[in-house]
């Protein structure tokens, strides 16, 4: 089993280009997660979903976009990148479903580490 | 003020020694816990989860609750230089799917 697998692992971009993080887990798991990590800042929640069919805004969604493709796949989208946008992304998932009150644990991917010029 | 607030640190302390770190968080509601590692340049892991008040206590880990006060903390009996690394608290925010992590505390042990 792979886990949580994310691509790309590396990016760079010009400021104003589009991409999308791949996101797939095989260990069907109810809950996705997509984190961005900065130097000093800890993991900030960017949009997660719930359960299949749901996602919800987390603590810094502006600039991006999500779709749950399926149980497996959680995609995010940067429509229009800017320099604010350089850092290391986390795709993550957990087993319960996210309104279950003991949330269990997440499992990450190896992150993706983009640049915005 | 953040939802989930911890010392950045960095914490040092002698091999051997208890390393203990801290962690607050804001939403009375939150009912899950947890302390995550985070070796440079890698991903974060599990290391302890607690769900209710008092200690949990797992080989050297030792997590403590008080929803009182609101407060979680992680404690590392005979620190070893292996247990250098960021550790991330994180809270289930209230009915939410939302796990919402602090700043993390970098810790060193010195052999």
């Known amino acids: 089993n792979a886990g949580v697998t994310q691509t790309p692992k590396f990016q760079v971009l010009k400021t104003g280009q589009s991409m999308t993080l791949q996101c797939a887990q095989d260990m069907n798991h109810n809950s996705m997660y997509w984190y961005r990590q900065d130097p000093g800042m800890g993991l900030r929640l960017i949009y997660y979903s719930a359960s299949e069919g749901t996602t919800d805004k987390g603590e810094v969604p502006n600039g991006y976009n999500v779709s749950r493709l399926n149980k497996r796949e959680f995609s995010l989208r940067l429509e229009s990148a800017a320099p604010s946008q350089t850092s290391v992304y986390f795709c993550a998932s957990s087993e319960r479903s996210g309104i279950h009150p003991y949330t269990g644990e997440l499992f990450f991917g190896e992150g993706s580490r983009l640049t915005v010029l | 003020q953040k939802e989930v607030e911890q010392n950045s640190g960095p914490l040092s302390v002698p091999e051997g020694a208890i390393a203990s770190l801290n962690c607050t968080y804001s939403?009375?509601?939150?009912?899950?816990f947890f302390w995550y590692r985070q070796y440079s340049g890698k991903s974060p892991e599990l290391i302890m989860f607690?769900?209710?008040?008092g200690d949990k206590e797992d080989g050297r880990f030792t997590a403590q609750l008080n929803k009182a006060s609101q407060y979680v903390s992680l404690l590392i009996r005979d620190s070893q230089p292996s247990d250098s690394a960021t550790y991330l608290c994180a809270v289930k925010a209230g009915n939410t799917g939302k796990l919402i992590f602090g700043q993390g505390t970098t810790l060193q042990v010195k052999p």
């Open positions: 607690i769900y209710s008040n």
């Open positions: 939403d009375r509601g939150s009912q899950s």
